[in-house]
């Protein structure tokens, strides 16, 4: 079963516009990370954020967690082409990681 | 540093066959991953080693079996490749369990 799951599937905008990607949880968790995968390629990471926090920010990333909820969400502002990916969102709950679905991402330029 | 190598990067196998799966790190990591990424889904957890010396099961462990050749090494064995496990498989590392982890680029596997 999987943890974390990505809203929305996918996600095509223009350059310049912002791009907003929820993912919902659904046990405790230590810390949620974020990931990016480019086509065919392994996973970057991108920010991590613990339990403890509420937002977090990695230059035009920003990210939310509201354990309340069990959700958390990625910001990217002023997307350009090159943000082009798929993003997974990572939970972190004992000291097994379990990554959801991902949302695809578009920029179209 | 080279991070995480994985070798190889493209496989094609028959029902049946037998394979490793190899990844080295070069970051003096302590836990190190295999996962398996089916088209549209994300990542599901193969095995894990939280240390030298110790293996654990992951999410979805049947038809493979893992060894911790040492800090460095992490391989994957398919004793008895099914067209089920078709996939890329992803190796990953991290400095300890709750770290940040580092991927390779993976290994395209298909069994025909």
């Not at chain 1, 991108?46 to 035009?60: A, M």
């Not at chain 2, 196998?13 to 799966?21: A, D, F, P, V, Y």
């Not at chain 2, 040492?70 to 369990?97: D, G, H, I, W």
Request: contains cysteine.
């Amino acid at each position: 079963s999987q943890q974390g799951e990505e809203d929305p599937q996918a996600l095509s905008i223009q350059e310049g516009e912002n791009a907003t990607m929820n993912c919902s949880y659904k046990t405790s968790i230590n810390n949620l990370q974020w990931y990016r995968q480019n086509s065919g390629r392994g996973l970057v990471h991108l920010i991590l954020i613990r339990s403890n926090e509420r937002e977090k920010h990695s230059g035009r990333l920003r990210v939310t967690l509201d354990t309340s909820k069990k959700s958390s969400s990625l910001l990217i502002t002023a997307s350009r082409a090159a943000d082009t990916a798929s993003y997974f969102c990572a939970t972190l709950g004992g000291f097994k990681t379990i990554f959801g679905a991902g949302t695809r991402l578009f920029v179209k330029a | 540093n080279a991070g995480v190598t994985q070798t190889p990067k493209f496989q094609v196998l028959k029902t049946g066959q037998s394979m490793t799966l190899q990844c080295a790190q070069d970051m003096n990591h302590n836990s190190m991953y295999w996962y398996r990424q089916d088209p549209g889904m994300g990542l599901r957890l193969i095995y894990y080693s939280a240390s030298e010396g110790t293996t654990d099961k992951g999410e979805v462990p049947n038809g493979y079996n893992v060894s911790r050749l040492n800090k460095r090494e992490f391989s994957l064995r398919l004793e008895s490749a099914a067209p089920s496990q078709t996939s890329v498989y992803f190796c990953a590392s991290s400095e300890s369990q709750i770290g940040t982890q580092y991927f390779g680029p993976g290994t395209r596997l298909t069994v025909l």
